[in-house]
């Protein structure tokens, strides 16, 4: 809200260093497509390896951990918990699962944060309902010493502010006036500062943070684990947090830092993509498909060299067998002889 109002100010100048940031990330999104596209098995695998980091790492942030052993069967089984942690970990996957699926739907306001903090803090008395008491967030120092870092919002101001947030954030993402991204990073600053809820606050502002780019066309969320990012880069975390607050209630302070932050961790996010993918072993059976594919993608009469680019970690021996097994079953026919033979899928 505070930070979300700053950025409508007539003088508002972005800093250089956001522009680059913004830049390459327009050049990751470019390619989100293409890689979408060309591995389907792997970015299933990535999606599952996804979930469970996710789950993992957003709640060990906040000191929730269990037994390595037990996290597959916590995160993709049905049997029964062991104890709480096991339920936070399992809440959160059923947040991101949410999330991943239904992602379209799902507006960004009051009603869908409050459901996003039911799901991923089911043990908690007051799970999916704002904070009734004002609180503080407290800091800890190496010497034992404790101090106040920053009061949030009260609790009876809590609830508009929510709802004034979600609106202000709606409208500067269609209005497109700031760059959408700085906007996801603001709003995601407003909601901490905010601290809607008496615990749990920050494992919900990472599932805002997935949701919001998945409304600003930026999926690779759902293939790389955002929430280990932040947890390998928490000490930058909470200096750019600490800093960006302060002054947060008047309106006077520095929203840069954490905004540029959290633009790192994206390009973080998408440098990891590009490599799981290039690095992600393909199987046997999965690259049967994968040039089946291909195959059936194409609209028009294609080159075998064209198949080749689609699918570059297939073998020419094995797209030749696939595509001779394709031509028996009438699947494909061959137009043209020699060098300039092309493929057409029959059909098409």
């Known amino acids: 809200m505070k930070t979300l109002e700053q950025l409508l100010a007539p003088d508002l100048i972005i800093p250089t260093a956001t522009v680059w940031s913004l830049n390459e990330l327009a050049e990751y999104r470019g390619k989100q497509e293409l890689f979408t596209k060309q591995a389907p098995h792997k970015l299933k695998r990535l999606l599952e390896h996804a979930l469970i980091e996710s789950a993992v790492c957003s709640n060990r942030i906040e000191g929730v951990e269990i037994d390595a052993k037990r996290v597959g069967t916590v995160v993709f089984g049905q049997g029964l918990l062991l104890d709480r942690n096991e339920e936070e970990i399992r809440g959160y996957q059923s947040a991101l699962s949410w999330i991943h699926e239904d992602h379209n739907i799902i ?145 006077k302070h520095d929203p840069w830092p954490y905004i540029n932050y959290l633009l790192y961790i994206l390009k973080l996010l998408y440098a990891d993509f590009e490599y799981s993918i290039d690095h992600t072993p393909v199987v046997r059976g999965e690259k049967t498909e994968a040039v089946r594919r291909a195959i059936l993608g194409f609209k028009a009469p294609f080159h075998v060299r064209e198949l080749q680019q689609r699918c570059p970690e297939v073998s020419l021996d094995m797209i030749r067998k696939i595509m001779k097994d394709m031509s028996r079953d009438n699947e494909i026919q061959c137009v043209g002889r020699g060098r300039n033979a092309h493929w057409q899928v029959i059909g098409n």
């Open 107 to 251: 507006s960004l306001d009051a009603d869908s944060i409050r459901k996003m903090h039911s799901l991923s803090c089911p043990t908690i008395w007051d799970s999916g309902l704002f904070k009734e008491k004002d609180g503080e967030i407290i800091e800890k120092h190496v010497d034992g010493r404790v101090s106040i870092r920053f009061k949030p919002t009260s609790a009876k101001k809590t609830p508009d502010a929510i709802e004034g947030l979600s609106q202000s954030l709606e409208r500067l993402i269609k209005e497109k006036t700031i760059p959408p991204l700085v906007v996801w990073a603001a709003h995601n600053l407003d909601f901490l500062c905010i601290h809607p809820f008496r615990d749990g606050n920050g494992r919900v502002s990472r599932l805002l943070l997935l949701l919001t780019l998945y409304h600003l066309g930026f999926a690779a969320g759902r293939y790389v684990s955002i929430e280990r990012l932040i947890e390998q880069n928490k000490e930058r975390y909470d200096e750019t947090l600490k800093i960006s607050s302060q002054g947060w209630h008047e309106g």
